[in-house]
């Protein structure tokens, strides 16, 4: 088996890798922009990994990016973790990094996925995890860039799962709500917060085809929070530009 996580250091990728519990034969491939913090992040695996950079931004080379790949095997599994979450105020006070945050979350995941499963549906299987949000139900006004570029790609990968039905290649879209680590640090947690580790085990589980996600080509995590994204899209728009939190 041959994995492929895209965002190598992403605590929530990692967590998906460590879950799958893959066996001694698997090969783990960290991509992403620094060598140093790949090889700690796959120490932190316990397992060997092999090491590749990958720029989420630098579009015009992911086609060779991921030719280089297959040509050593096309993947049996991707896992789309890259992201940033650049606070809005940055955001409007300095518009470059608005588009850093849309190339990175929406833009550079078309562009590899789109070159990754064309390999797969040649080759007539393969699995793609893709990482999307509670963002990107309803973008609020705290977080209306972040919030788009996950609505961005969720509509993205469900198109995209859709155009693969049928060829071997499975799209595995994963909605969690707020995530305690690295990327929410100093952020107050909302309600139904949950861990990288939880959903690592939702993902896992979905996966081998266990638990709440069997089968399906979306999971929410936790699986309750698909209620609370109900209630979300009924709140009346005044009331939901006046929401804190
Ligand atoms: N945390 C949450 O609350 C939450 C909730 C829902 C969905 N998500 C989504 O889940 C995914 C993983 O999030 P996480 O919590 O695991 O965050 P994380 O630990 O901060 O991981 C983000 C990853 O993206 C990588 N990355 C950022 N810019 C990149 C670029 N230009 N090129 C290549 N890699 C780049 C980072 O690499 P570096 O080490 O180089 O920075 C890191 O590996 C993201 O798509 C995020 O939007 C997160």
Known sequence: MRVV???????IG???LSALRLGADAEVILAGRDPQRLEGAGKSLNRPVTVVRYDAVDTDAHQAFVDEICAGGVPDLIIAATGILIPQERAEQDVRLAATMIETNFTGHVTALLAFGEAMRRRGSGTIVVLSSIAAVRPRKFNSVYGATKAALDAFARGYADSLHG?????????PGFVKGRMTEGMQAAPLATTPEKVGAAVAGALRGQGRGDGKSVIWVPSSLVGLATVMKLIPRPVWRTLKN
Do not use: D, F, K, N
């Open 5 to 11: 996580l895209l965002g190598g250091t992403s605590e």
């Open 14 to 16: 990692l967590a998906i």
């Open 167 to 175: 060829t071997g290649v499975r799209v595995l879209l994963v909605r």
